[in-house]
């Protein structure tokens, strides 16, 4: 492919580390979606600041957001002290502290929640079942932001949240893929459908590992790869 001037690549702040399998597809992407607009040998400038997601697991267990927002804040200004111009909190659970994280910097964080919503909407889908942590889908800070943009969210019943939550942190994060559970969150997708969802958001970084459009029989709206969609196209206007 022949390369054409990138002109003046934003440098993207990645604040991830929650966990680094899904970091390492957020890094992935972005050089992928770079490569491929610009040619050449163009790649992503991008900062990552990662964090030990043991410690972040434990706030989110313990209900210490305020802790976990502070660390999530100074990892920001670290971004920002080093020369980072616009943010990416690579994760869905943590945008539970967007707010604190906007608050520690001037920098524009792209929302993951802005991003789904409007790749929901070019797709034509206005109910949208919704797959993610328990965290995720029993709080309300994505689903209303979801909400806002005029999606209705579906969310899988009180056993299937159980079941999608405890496949993310006993096996997603620590790299772990199974057939059966790649079997078992189809019949959740499959029961959502049942029940008139059009789409499926993967509220879960680590999710789009495990499921892919293939997977599912209606539209599949990957958060991972949306969000630094998203971010490329900052970075690169």
Known sequence: MAQRSAGRMRMIGLIGGMSWEASAEYYRLANELVRDR????????????????????????????????????????????????????????????ADAVERATPLP????????????????????????TRFTMEQAFLRERLEQAG?????????????????????????????ASRQRYREVIARLVDRGAQGVILGCTEIELLIGEHDVPVPVFPTTRL??????????T
């Open 151 to 179: 999606l209705e969210v579906l969310l899988p019943d009180a056993a299937d949240r159980e079941l999608v939550h405890r496949v993310i942190y006993d096996e997603l994060v620590v790299g772990t893929i199974r057939e």
């Open 38 to 97: 610009l040619g050449g040998f163009h790649s992503a400038r991008c900062l990552l600041y990662s964090l030990d997601f043991a410690e972040i697991e434990r706030l989110q267990q313990q209900a210490s957001w305020d802790e976990a927002a502070t660390a999530l804040a100074d990892a920001a200004g670290s971004l920002e002290r080093a020369g980072a111009e616009l943010l990416v909190l690579c994760t869905n659970t943590m945008h539970k502290v």
């Open 227 to 236: 969000h630094i969609q998203a971010a490329v196209d900052a970075a690169l």
């Open 109 to 132: 964080l792209l929302h993951i929640a802005d991003a789904t919503a409007a790749a929901v909407g070019r797709g034509g889908v206005d109910r949208v079942g919704l797959l993610g």
